[in-house]
């Protein structure tokens, strides 16, 4: 009988990893980010914001009813929905954070389309660096979201 029990104790342990109580293990949970929506009040001049000035890949969108603008932002989606007919003020530690190659050139189009950033700090005009070498500046969209873009691509 002594062969046995380490065969069975075995089958015990590996039933109790197994069923860990009922929770899923970490690594068996698969996860992604499909996509961020946001509710704009101006389709279009959304559309135009993040499409010509972010440099947002706009991608077609299956509703076709005129009220959604999709774009790629790096393997998920941005999906703009007109779905407001006023805007609302957005604090800057909820935002939506992009990486580019050229974060100086970035600024240059920002600048010349009439946009404005800051740093953390709200100094207009300039950019952070953080303790790591990255540098970041922050800008609002049409309706007030806040943007994080950064050079750590």
Not at 55 to 79: M, N, S, Y
Not at 123 to 142: A, C, F, K, S, W
Request: net charge negative; glycine share 8%; proline share 5%.
């Amino acid at each position: 009988m002594k062969p046995l029990f380490p065969l069975f104790l075995t089958f015990i342990l590996l039933f109790i990893n197994m069923s860990s109580f009922g929770q899923p293990h970490s690594q068996d949970v698969k996860i992604k980010v499909n996509h961020v929506a946001i509710s704009v009040t101006d389709l279009e001049e959304s559309e135009v914001f993040y499409r010509d000035i972010i440099g947002l890949k706009q991608i077609p969108e299956p509703f076709g009813v005129g009220r959604h603008a999709w774009f790629d932002i790096g393997g998920t989606q941005l999906h703009v929905i007109k779905s407001s007919d006023q805007r609302t003020e957005h604090i800057m530690q909820n935002h939506i954070c992009l990486s580019v190659h050229d974060l100086d050139e970035f600024a240059n189009v920002l600048t010349n389309n009439g946009v404005k950033y800051m740093d953390l700090d709200g100094n207009e005009g300039q950019m952070n660096h953080r303790p790591d070498g990255v540098r970041q500046i922050y800008l609002t969209d049409p309706d007030g979201y806040w943007l994080e873009i950064n050079d750590e691509y």
